[in-house]
T-cell receptor, first 109, second 112 residues
């Protein structure tokens, strides 16, 4: 069975304090690893797709990386507006996306 | 312009009732989904339709029945609602070639 696990469950940072979120996956036939951001009361919003080990994508203070077993979302010098729940999802050749249960990030000013 | 819109946003209903949630996407995508997000934020796929055809049907009680009148619409009907059905239900869509999923704002269902 496909599994996606995210850690930590919750992360509290001071503004400017860099850190990383982890997404470990065990799936058959990975087609793409996706990162989403979800704000309270909203639907998840697409951030990145990574397709192969070694690939990196960047957007403002966020950088996503991928290995054969896990993906990291690095947050550099976060700001309070980066506070949200970050979800990763593994999409497989079968066409199904399995989501992790998210990391809730809180950035204090 | 809302890309994926679902109604109602909030729904409070009694056990045993039947209710529907409607979803429409104006992105021209071929694939539409229903996801359920429980109180622990875990997002789990329920159904997936491609061009009005059911392609993914996870282990979901028969009380849940999706209906896709055309490829821009995917409605969810729930019969005999139970307390455990309380959750946020997200409609979503994606282009077949890309697999990026675009979510609606969610429908908060509370069964009392």
């Amino acid at each position: 069975e496909d599994q996606v696990t995210q850690s930590p469950e919750a992360l509290r940072l001071q503004e400017g304090e860099s850190s990383s979120l982890n997404c470990s996956y065990t799936v058959s036939g990975l087609r793409g690893l996706f990162w989403y951001r979800q704000d309270p009361g909203k639907g998840p919003e697409f951030l990145f797709t990574l397709y192969s080990a070694g690939e990196e994508k960047e957007k403002e203070r966020l950088k996503a990386t991928l290995t054969k077993k896990e993906s990291f979302l690095h947050i550099t010098a976060p700001k309070p507006e980066d506070s949200a729940t970050y979800l990763c999802a593994a999409n497989t050749n079968a066409g199904k996306s399995t989501f992790g249960d998210g990391t809730t990030l809180t950035v204090k000013p | 312009d809302t890309a994926v819109s679902q109604t109602p946003k909030y729904l409070v209903t009694q056990m045993g009732n039947d209710k529907s949630i409607k979803c429409e996407q104006n992105l021209g995508h071929d694939t539409m989904y229903w996801y359920k997000q429980d109180s622990k934020k875990f997002l789990k796929i329920m159904f997936s339709y491609n061009n009005k055809e059911l392609i993914i049907n996870e282990t979901v009680p028969n009380r849940f029945s999706p209906k896709s009148p055309d490829k821009a619409h995917l409605n969810l009907h729930i019969n005999s609602l139970e307390l455990g059905d309380s959750a946020v239900y997200f409609c979503a869509s994606s282009p077949v070639s890309e697999r990026t999923i675009y979510f609606g704002e969610g429908s908060w269902l509370t069964v009392v």
